[in-house]
């Protein structure tokens, strides 16, 4: 070991390796640089990276230094390094790429970052003069005009009031009646609670288990039925904190949840509120961070990236949908946010929340084992009750795209009512095949295994993999004399029938077609609450957490498609899916029902959901899960491989497979599998599953076989990752 009169310091590189570097400081003696950003040499370039420890000596002999230190003190405490090392030994991923994925992307630079402090809003002196009834056919720049006339105000406390304030604010900015202003300091906003809904008992008892946890790490499953009420106990939770001078970072699975959920956080915490997702800009996302590493706010409300934000005093997370498959991360770091979150409560010694109507198996099992504890919303607030469920058989039936008599004598009834019904279809596009009915072929993408699929209002067909397009009546594989046509419905499709069968009813489709931004999703949700629509047309994005009063009709177009997935997974997405879904009827005043077209009525899966009892479901399944040894009663790990060569990738895996894995006691491997789309924008793709009973075990042995399975990963000539607790596995 060599001794230098420097201090050492070890770095993990923003870059895919597996181990850290060691570094000197050149100068004064440093403060603690454990947590900083810093640029280090690191062979002819220069990197970022994260110090993760200090040192007195290094094995290294010529050590190089420190080039400078970027920002002013640490990014990352204690708290956040372990988490960080944690997540990097758990899903075996490089730690510099993981302490960099754990930043907001201004941060990823070479460049020191500026304080980003939310502007406030005030009147100018023509807004001080503008008459009362100035405004009287525009009530929100009214109400916008009372708010600032009382002090300055930022544009975050109005979130919570409805409606989305941006086109008024813009409105009122360009009359030159508002202006904006940074404050001088950057102070904690004062929090103003206002008096939240009274608890039922259920409620109550679980708001006081969560409190009962204060300072230590609890974990609550609260499975409450949709409507039940799981958002007031957040509020409540989190307003107990913030009083304590806590913050409560609250996660939910997607953007077009979190302008629902962030209107009832603002309306209780204001300013003390901040929003972290993809659909703002850098510098947004930036500001919320800094906001919330200084301790200026009280709650952080975001999707996955947000479990990772610094925060100056966590006091509670809570995991909103927790069973929802979008809190895994399923390229690059493929984490998942909801397991991540539970060991940074545990990290920090705080109490989680973990709330779903339909709650993951996974959550379940752990209730059993004693590690979880559950606690109970069994029903909805006030006298709403659970929707009706009516399984409709559609064998022999003539559908008008996709919509069968019954479920059209429902939309009719509903709209004489005045009602909202809300129809749902996973699958955009107009039809998922064309086929020609003179040559019989069917249109295909040339660079993925899959078919094209019909986009009729923008004339073309799509691939769904790689966005690869081409004209509706341009097909090069067709005869000479086509005759093409559609097979199948897509949402699109539903919409035309819908304008035929309906033509006075005001439709809305959602879907990743007409809505792609974060200010869509906002404005769509919005017109539905404010009883704009007659008819939501959608795909998963409005499957799950949202609350429209008004709607009293949900209808299933397709309910089979997950019936027969090889997926080990998809009987629970189903069950998931079908209660979610009609949970969305119902919610106000009114009784609700939902009708679910299928071609088999009789399936076992259905006659169980008839009364939506997914606690009964769930038990079937978990005991079908542990008899097949499928988690979450076995680890499971994917290793996929990729090439443009077809054979690589298998022979890679066969390698892996006979030589990395080959007789280990306690681990079974299935042999290379085609991925569900073998081959994706050219790229040919496969797999292998590993299982063990014992975590350990399986996490022990990647790990002291990773080294190897890169040198093959080099001799195959392919790109490998690796899938630690895989949530879908083909």
Known sequence: MSKTSHSVWSVAVFAPLRQSFDYRWEGPPPPDLVGQRVAVPFGRSQRLGIVVKALSQSSTERLKAIDATLDDGPLFDEHLLQLGRWAADYYQYPLGEVLQGMLPTLYRRRRPVPSFIEPRWCLTAAGRAVAADALKN?????????????????????????????????????????????????????????????????????????????????????????????????????????????????????IGLTDQMVRRFASHFGDALSVFHSGLSERERTRSWQRCRRGEIAVLLGT??????????????????????????????????????????????????????????????????????????????????????????????????GIGNALAAALADNLDSGKQSILFLNRRGYAPLSMCFSCGTVAQCDKCDAYLVVHKRIARLVCHHCERSIPLNGRPDCCADPDCRELGVGTERVEEALQALFPRARLLRIDRD??????????????????????????????????????????????????????????????????????????????GKMIVQTLHPHHPLFEQLKRLDFAGFARNELAVRRKTSLPPFAAMLL??????????????????????FANVSGIASSAPLPAAIERKSGVYRNLIVMRSPSRHTLHRHM????????????QYRVRWFLDVDPVDVL
């Open 138 to 254: 525009a009530p929100r720049q009214a109400e916008i005009l009372a708010v600032l006339a009382k002090g300055a105000a930022t544009y975050t406390s109005f979130l919570g009031r409805g409606y989305s304030p941006a086109a008024a604010f813009s409105r009122l900015e360009s009359k030159g009646w508002i202006e904006s202003h940074l404050p001088e300091d950057a102070v904690p906003a004062p929090i103003e609670f206002q008096q939240g809904f009274d608890l039922n008992d259920a409620q109550r008892n679980a708001l006081a288990r969560v409190a009962e946890a204060e300072a230590k790490f609890s974990p609550v499953l609260l499975d409450g039925v949709t409507g039940s009420g799981k958002t007031e106990v957040y509020l409540q939770a989190a307003r107990r904190a913030a009083i304590q001078g806590k913050q409560t970072i609250v996660l939910v699975p997607e």
């Open 304 to 401: 996955r990236s947000s479990i990772w934000v610094a925060a100056g005093a966590l006091g509670l997370i809570i995991v909103d949908e927790e069973h929802d498959p979008s809190y895994k991360q399923q390229e690059g770091f493929r984490y998942s946010a909801r397991d991540v979150a539970v060991m940074r409560a545990k990290l920090c010694d705080c109490p989680i929340i973990l709330g779903s109507a339909t709650p993951s198996l996974e959550s379940l099992a752990n209730v059993d084992d004693g590690k979880y504890e559950l606690m109970a919303l069994p029903d909805r607030i006030g006298s709403a009750a659970l929707p009706s469920v009516e399984y409709v058989d559609i064998r022999g039936v003539n559908t008008r795209g």
């Open 514 to 591: 007409t809505v792609t931004t974060a200010k869509q999703i906002e404005t769509a949700f919005s017109a539905i609450r404010e009883g704009a629509v007659d008819i939501i047309l959608g795909t998963q994005m409005i499957a799950k957490g949202h609350d429209f009063p008004d709607v009293t009709l949900v209808g299933v177009i397709d309910a089979d498609s997950r019936l027969f997935s090889l997926d080990f997974r998809a009987p629970e997405r189903l069950a998931q899916l079908i209660v979610q879904v009609a949970g969305r009827a119902g919610r106000g005043q009114y009784p």
């Open 639 to 660: 290793i996929r491989a990729e090439s443009q060569d077809r054979e690589r990738p298998s022979r890679f895996l066969n390698a892996v497979r006979t030589k990395a």
């Open 703 to 714: 790990r002291e076989s990773i080294d190897f399975i890169e040198g093959l990963a080099k």
